[in-house]
């Protein structure tokens, strides 16, 4: 009797590998904390030689490499030895889109303690992390400076990829002034100046994050034609620029502190001025979309969320927008665009 080979697996079988998810992500977070793709760059290894330049126990190493190899993470040779994938070539140090340093913190410890928590989220509607922690995620950060910097990491490395879409899949034409609000160390606003060479912009953070911003705008060559400000978004923003972006910054709050934020930028800028959001966008019902999971997230450790298109309609309404038009680009992030009213 013949099978069909593209036969679904039954239903049990397809939720017992959804139930070990959690340690796919473990493994992979293992994996890049070790730097064993940056170990098989030049040449396949095996388990004995990576171990003994991690200073890690052979047999067991090679049992996570066997593991992340069958999901496609690493390859097993026929002689034994490791050798890189599309996907491990992500977890590359110095891969143009790395994510190894997103890949080490979303599963390290303080994550899976904090999402051990879901069912007090759940319960209560109140993020678990100032629960566990004693005080808010960002305090905590502050407080732990070793956190902050590989969470800081984290959020660089997630930046790459979402940046280089961004800039590939939104046409700034006619944009004179750009003001990136919450921009960091100013990535995406250099990319986009870079790209267009009569645009001036204005990078807009803490007072501390701001004041590492020289390195990537004079790299970018740009440092001409973009001002830096220290500020609190919750407070003001810089005026005068007839576009404000935003990435990764209107999903960490709650709709009433997003309102205020989008207001600062809606009295800071002319008549006819625009506001760029760039987030993920949540599909309705049955899709299937990581943003669905990273809204988990917001809700454990944030009092924000990810937020569908009619959610973001009704957000930028409340602040003086019309939303105008949703880009999508080749990554899980769009551009969502509200023109001032």
């Not at 502050?142 to 800039?167: I, R, W, Y």
């Not at 987030?279 to 049955?286: Q, T």
């Amino acid at each position: 009797m013949s099978t069909d080979s593209t036969q679904q697996p039954p239903p049990s079988a397809r939720l017992m590998e959804m139930i070990f998810g959690f340690a796919l992500s473990r493994s992979i977070a293992v994996a890049a904390q070790f730097g064993v793709a940056d170990l098989l760059k030049d040449v396949p290894k095996s388990a004995d030689e990576l171990a003994q330049a991690i200073g890690a126990h052979p047999r067991s190493l090679y049992r996570l490499l066997r593991a992340l190899s069958g999901a496609g993470v690493f390859a097993e040779e026929a002689d034994g030895r490791f050798s890189l994938t599309p996907l491990s070539e992500l977890l590359l140090s110095d891969a143009p889109q790395s994510l190894r340093a997103f890949a080490a913190m979303m599963a390290d410890e303080v994550n899976f303690e904090t999402w051990a928590e879901l069912p007090y989220s759940i319960r209560n509607g109140k993020p678990a992390a100032p629960h566990r922690l004693g005080m808010p995620w960002f305090d905590w950060l502050g407080q732990n400076p070793a956190k902050g910097k590989e969470f800081h990491d984290a959020m660089t490395s997630l930046s790459a990829g979402a940046v280089a879409a961004v800039v590939s899949a939104y046409d700034f034409s006619g944009i004179n002034k750009l003001v990136d609000v919450g921009g960091g160390h100013g990535l995406l606003l250099a990319s986009v100046l870079s790209k267009y060479l009569n645009m001036e912009g204005v990078l807009y953070d803490a007072p501390a994050v701001v004041r590492g911003a020289a390195e990537v705008l004079a790299a970018h060559g740009v440092a001409g034609r973009c001002g830096t400000v220290g500020g609190d978004f919750l407070r003001s923003v810089p005026a005068g620029g007839d576009a404000y972006i935003m990435k990764h910054i209107i999903h960490d709050w709650s709709d009433e502190e997003c309102v205020t934020i989008l207001g600062h930028c809606h009295a800071g800028m002319a008549a006819g001025g625009k506001v760029l959001i760039v987030e993920m966008v949540v599909p309705e019902r049955n899709v299937p979309a990581i943003s669905k999971f990273l809204d988990l997230e917001m809700l454990l450790f944030l009092t924000g969320r990810e937020r569908t298109e009619a959610e973001y309609r009704d957000l930028l309404g409340r602040a003086g927008f019309e939303l105008t038009r949703i880009v999508e680009t080749p990554s899980p992030y769009s551009v969502i665009e509200g023109l001032r009213r």
